[in-house]
């Protein structure tokens, strides 16, 4: 069974980081492309950032670039979100998906595996 668990969220400060994972289980993720996306109360889901299976395609919302950074390490079948200079309008639960094949995208519905997510709260 497919399988996402996201950790590493938490309370933090404006200006602060957290690095969140998103490691899987019952599948490798060598073939699949993998999406970040988050939730805020009363908002719609948004892409944050993408890469491909082979890591050689990258991508970020512009509201995130320069900020964040997403990785994988296909060894270790985690992906990774880290995040640096948080806002409070970060503040949102997180969510990995996956997506069979190379080809990274921000289009929700293009992933059929989901984490159940972690929550990032950014807050003085």
């Known amino acids: 069974q497919l399988q996402l668990v996201e950790s590493g969220g938490g309370l933090v400060q404006p200006g602060g980081s957290l690095r969140l994972s998103c490691a899987a289980s019952g599948f490798t993720l060598d073939y699949y492309a993998i999406g970040w996306f988050r939730q805020a109360p009363g908002k719609e889901r948004e892409g944050v950032s993408c890469?491909?299976?082979?890591?050689?395609?990258?991508n970020y919302a512009d509201s995130v670039k320069g900020r964040f950074t997403i990785s994988r390490d296909n060894a270790k079948n985690t992906v990774y979100l880290q995040m640096n200079s948080l806002k409070p309008e970060d503040t949102a639960v997180y969510y990995c998906a996956a997506a069979y094949g190379p080809v990274a995208t921000m289009t929700s519905r293009e992933y059929g595996s989901w984490g159940q997510g972690t929550q990032v709260t950014v807050s003085s």
């Open positions: 890469i491909s299976s082979n890591s050689g395609r990258i």
